[in-house]
């Protein structure tokens, strides 16, 4: 991968602010010479606001500044406003031309800092700018009388908002964030696999398209550089407040989106999702919905399209219905095992692009597992709505390290696929290991340990087989040597431990008793790094 630098600094006149981004969005965002493959520049953009504030300090002498140098700080003249502790709200506001397959985006961020720390600068995860040409930031303004926004840094997916005084812990900022998207088609500068944020002739995907957050953990923002393999965000829990408006878009556009969602009128929507730890949507005017009511409850929404029916054997196989009975089952033995699922409503897409991805409430299951649907459970249609369900416990509910500790969620989710066929298709239970997993592990040696970040692979496969597959192995090792009521018990607990949480390796071992670490201390070396 290829990481070129390159500090732009574009000082504005404070009374041309708006008006200058407004006009010349485009050159917000420096375009390199070769943007043709998927990993993400390192290229950085800072913004320097006009100073509002009597720093002393000429802007020029600020922009010299090398990045990352402090800023001179005084206390905030008057206390800002301190409020009880809670999680960030995002309220926006974005307007979608489908035609064109751009979005324009107000997001006005509300941050309680619970941090126990004073802070100077409030750091978010900005994924859509970890591709080339997809994002542009227009401004970032702060609300609160008191703390002005001095500077604004995007590189990569770290965009840091640097404050002209300290927030003090347990007060609250309010933040603006203007930006637009353009979104790119699936398969082509997005890689096939990442076309969660992108478009085809028939849908249009908007995952990780809204800045979240980053964690804050032991005086750090915790974002991580993008890489080819696997998922590299960590999110924490957030309430959303969506208005949607979408324009040039063909007649009969259904929204699929999570939470509470209402439609306006023919263009617009109000999306209402809490406690989520992202707010993934999608449209197509060609979405054929089913729904269904899961057993404890859970509304469960299909959206496919019509070659999710296929002909095989000169009979016709629903495959849409199939993910929604296979999906409604996962979420209603998923609550039974590990505790409730977070929401309401879960809503499962056919994607046009590979595999499938998993997001709060909502999840995607690639479109060539419909294609390939031999109308039996023994099938990646069933296997990957399963784990794309699964996620809502090992993501959803319980959060963790996406690109460190991957395993945490990857693993778990991919063994609770096992699980499902023990419930549902125990006559599938050995096909399943012989078909999702033998046949790609054939040797025992070789493998980096499981809990190996992202980092470690530069191909998906053996990222797969690693985390995924070996992963699934050591969770069946595990309950052999707990026993299964022991096991079951034990991930429960890490279920209630984690939710609504961000785990760790340490979370889950540390639920088990001295004598289960004893009982399990060979399979752990055996699978797991410095164990
Ligand atoms: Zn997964």
Not at 199 to 218: D, E, I, K, S, V
Request: proline share 6%; net charge negative.
């Amino acid at each position: 991968m290829k990481h070129q630098t390159l500090i732009f600094v574009r000082q504005l006149v404070e009374t041309a602010w708006l008006l200058m981004c407004a006009t010349s969005a485009l050159g917000c965002t420096p375009t390199l010479a070769t943007q043709a493959t998927p990993p993400p520049t390192a290229t950085t953009v800072r913004i320097v606001q006009a100073s509002p504030f009597p720093t002393g300090a000429a802007p020029t002498e600020r922009l010299l500044q090398p990045v990352g140098s402090p800023i001179p700080m005084t206390a905030a003249p008057t206390p800002e406003v301190c409020a009880e502790a809670a999680i960030p709200l995002h309220t926006v506001s974005a307007e979608v031309d489908y035609a064109a397959r751009r979005v324009e985006v107000e997001q006005h961020t509300r941050y309680v800092n619970r941090t126990g720390d004073s802070l100077s600068a409030i750091v978010f995860s900005v994924e859509p700018n970890r591709y080339p040409d997809l994002f542009s930031l227009i401004s970032v303004t702060a609300k609160n009388a008191g703390i002005e926004v001095t500077a604004s840094e995007l590189t990569g997916r770290r965009l840091s908002v640097e404050l002209s005084h300290p927030l003090a812990s347990g007060c609250a900022l309010e933040l603006d964030l203007r930006f637009q998207l353009r979104i790119t088609p699936v398969g082509q500068v997005l890689s096939a696999n990442s076309g969660y944020l992108g478009y085809t002739a028939r849908q249009l995907n908007l995952g990780l398209w809204l800045p979240a957050l980053a964690p804050y953990r032991a005086g750090r923002w915790i974002t991580h550089d993008s890489a080819p393999v696997g998922e590299q965000t960590i999110h924490e829990l957030a309430d959303w407040d969506v208005a949607l408006r979408v324009v040039n878009a063909p007649d009969g556009l259904i929204l699929a989106a999570p939470g509470i969602v209402a439609q306006i009128d023919a263009e617009r929507w109000r999306i209402r999702h809490n406690a989520a730890r992202d707010l993934a949507l999608s449209l197509s005017p060609a979405y054929l919905v089913e729904r269904v009511m899961t057993e404890n409850g859970i509304a469960v929404e299909a959206y496919t399209f019509s070659d999710a029916q296929v002909n095989q054997d000169n009979a016709t196989v629903n495959g849409g219905a199939h993910m929604l009975d296979a999906a409604a089952k996962a979420i209603a033995m998923y609550s039974d095992l590990f505790g409730a699922y977070p929401h309401d409503r879960f809503v499962i897409i056919q994607a046009d692009f590979r595999d499938g991805m998993e997001f709060s409430g909502l999840a995607y299951v690639g479109g060539e597992w419909f294609r390939t649907f031999p109308g039996s459970p023994a099938s990646y249609l069933t296997i990957i709505t399963v784990h794309e369900t699964a996620h809502q416990w090992w993501y959803g509910r319980v959060g963790s390290d996406q690109a460190l500790t991957p395993w945490l969620d990857e693993a778990l989710a991919t063994y609770s696929e096992y699980i499902f066929y023990e419930e549902y298709h125990p006559a599938l239970k050995d096909w399943w290991w012989s078909f999702r997993v033998d046949a790609f592990l054939n040797v025992e040696t070789g493998f980096p340990p499981v809990d190996s970040p992202v980092f470690a692979f530069t191909s998906s496969r053996a990222y797969i087989n690693a985390v995924y597959l070996r992963g699934a192995r050591m969770f069946h090792q595990l309950r052999a040597d707990l026993g299964t009521d022991a096991f079951f018990d034990w991930l429960r607990r890490y279920a209630d431990a984690g939710d609504g949480q961000i785990a760790s390796a340490e979370t889950l071992w540390s639920l088990l008793s001295p004598l289960q670490l004893e009982a399990t201390a060979a399979t752990r070396s055996r699978y797991l790094f410095g164990e």
